[in-house]
């Protein structure tokens, strides 16, 4: 899935997977005093524009133009700002210990690129901050072949575990880390019964 496809996807006039944030990052995000958050993957910018609400300085990236535009139409009817940047993580640079808070949700990067670019994002977080974690499980492939409407990549190495996290993101004091299945009712794409991850980790 490239820049192409998610241009596509985003065109649309409906937002592809809603206006609300995710429901667990909003939760974990309103545990924390707002600073600088770094949004990787931000799409239509539900989960940026949310933490922008709440008085985070929201930095938020993406493949799609697209994604972008509709973001910050988003953030004016909201009446917040949102710094909003269209590139690859690969080829994106940010400060060393730049961020307070990291929110990766439904991040799903390349197989051959995932790791690498969790270690990429690692050196971006101050020590002290947060990463909130949310996306599908190694399990939910099983689920999407059930259900397409659910979404989610269709490849198995694309998706994730708890022990890859663990392997990924090995300086943090974990807060939380768990497989589990839920109903996921996030516009048009996610849409029934899911397995994801969710992590929530401090770095050292």
């Avoid at 493949?63 to 973001?71: I, T």
């Avoid at 710094?83 to 080829?91: A, K, M, P, Q, R």
Wanted: glycine content about 8%; charged content about 20%.
């Amino acid at each position: 899935m490239d820049k192409q496809f998610w241009d596509a996807r985003y065109n649309d006039p409906a937002y592809a997977y809603g206006t609300e944030p995710n429901l667990f990052f909003a939760e974990q995000l309103q545990r924390l005093r707002p600073c600088a958050i770094l949004m990787p993957a931000d799409g239509e910018g539900r989960n940026g524009v949310f933490a922008a609400t709440l008085g985070w300085q929201v930095t938020a990236c993406d493949l799609s133009s697209a994604g972008r535009d509709k973001a910050l139409v988003l953030a004016a009817t909201q009446q917040v700002d949102l710094n909003y940047i269209v590139g690859d993580l690969n080829t994106l640079q940010f400060e060393a210990n730049a961020f307070d808070a990291i929110g990766l949700i439904y991040a799903h990067f390349p197989a051959d690129q995932k790791s690498r670019l969790h270690r990429q994002l690692d050196r971006y977080l101050k020590p002290g901050g947060v990463i909130i974690f949310e996306a599908f499980s190694k399990a939910h492939l099983e689920l999407r072949q059930v259900n397409p409407e659910v979404g989610g990549p269709t490849e198995l190495a694309m998706l994730f575990s708890a022990a890859e996290l663990q392997t990924d993101f090995p300086n943090y004091t974990i807060q939380l880390l768990e497989e589990i299945e839920t109903t996921l009712l996030e516009g048009q794409y996610h849409r029934g019964k899911s397995a994801i991850v969710r992590f929530v980790g401090i770095k050292q």
